[in-house]
Nanobody, 124 residues
Framework: QVQLVESGGGLVQAGGSLRLSCAAS????????MGWFRQAPGKEREFVAAMVWSGGIYYADSVKGRFTISRDNAKNTVYLRTDSLKPGDTAVYYC??????????????????WGQGTQVTVSS
């Protein structure tokens, strides 16, 4: 059974930082594209960042320069470092995995597996 478990969310003041983790079990994800998405109250889920299996890294324009995605294949874990957080970053952050391709990394429908989400709240 494949599981993705996020951790690291919390309450932080504007300008602060958090490191989100996504630990995968049940499958080795080193050869898959992994992504992070987020969903704020009343809004649709949106793409945040992705690390393609072949090595490409992509970010949403709204987080570019502030967020950093990385992965530790030995630990089967993906990270999202979030710096210079803004109140607009407040959302539930989801880890996604299982996408074998490299083109549709920003589409939530491309991913087979999802974590339960971790809440990030940024106060002004």
């Amino acid at each position: 059974q494949v599981q993705l478990v996020e951790s690291g969310g919390g309450l932080v003041q504007a300008g602060g930082s958090l490191r989100l983790s996504c630990a995968a079990s049940g499958r080795t994800f080193s050869s898959y594209t992994m992504g992070w998405f987020r969903q704020a109250p009343g809004k649709e889920r949106e793409f945040v960042a992705a690390m393609v299996w072949s090595g490409g890294i992509y970010y949403a324009d709204s987080v570019k320069g502030r967020f950093t995605i990385s992965r530790d294949n030995a630990k089967n874990t993906v990270y999202l470092r979030t710096d210079s957080l803004k109140p607009g970053d407040t959302a539930v952050y989801y880890c996604a995995g299982g996408y074998r391709g490299s083109t549709y990394y920003a589409r939530s429908a491309a991913y087979d597996y999802w974590g339960q989400g971790t809440q990030v709240t940024v106060s002004s």
